[in-house]
């Protein structure tokens, strides 16, 4: 089966046997994983910079942390924290994502230079999806039961996990649409961990191949998150290696595109497979230098 068409600001992205990898730069102090490990607009070019000599194919920033249980960050904040970090990157070729929810940071963050919106609300405010409209810029739908900042839900919540991310994203996908989004602009993500306990994020990647079935790319945000930690027993900065066996799934699965912390790490990992699986030949003295490999 062919892989769905994805328009970005007019952009055919090319969605082929590797997934693409989505570099993460965050702009918000306080992230799960790496708040305050890039402090100033400077150090946070240089990491954006670094992922994108790394691999990354996009880069997604984020000005608030998706934290559960701390206030919003104001629109205007989250606006100084995000756009010149937007402005820089984009001038310097990259493909820019935004995380965001509001209406407001998404319509300033493509007038600086984005051509992605991704909002973890799951389209909570379709106003959102008039940026897009507008604008030509990509739309990430991602599932989640609560609101933005939320905790949570009872565990019990769901009655079949993975059919309700199914329904939730085709109904999204419909309000998109009727906002006047082309169906080549949507992605879609499962939303890992979000209103999920980690034994529901389980089983909700285990048939990525009914998210598939809608007929729009996949977007897998996996990267050091909560699920990984409960198989491992690891902390955040620790499940890089867990991560990579969550990116081999989805990769297996057919997901288009990869969120992740690590690019250098994931970029090696998808090498490394597509040689191994086939998907690509080494020439007969590719690697070969002359003090390398000596014969025995």
Known sequence: MSAPALRLCGLELELGDRPLLMGIVNASPDSFSDGGDHPTLQSRVAHG???????????????????????????????????????????????VSVDTYKPEVAAAAVQAGAVLINDVSGLRDPRVAGVCAATGAGLVIMHTRVEPKGTLLDPEHYDDVVADVARFLRERMAVALARGVAPEQIVLDPGPDFAKTPAQTVAVLRRLDVLKALGRPLLLAVSRKDFIGAVTGRGPRERDAGTL????????????????????????????????????????????????????
């Open 245 to 296: 066996a969550a990116l081999a799934h989805g990769a297996d699965a057919g997901v288009h595109i990869l969120r992740v912390h690590d690019v250098a790490a994931a970029a090696d990992f998808l090498a490394v497979r597509q040689v191994l699986g086939g998907g690509r030949e080494l020439a007969p003295g590719e690697g070969l230098g002359p003090d390398r490999y000596p014969s025995r």
């Open 49 to 95: 910079e670094a992922l994108l000599a790394a691999g990354a194919d996009l880069l997604d920033v984020g000005g608030e942390s998706a934290v559960g249980g701390r206030p919003p960050v104001p629109v205007d904040e989250e606006r100084e924290r995000v756009l010149p970090l937007v402005s820089r990157l984009a001038a310097g070729g990259a493909l």
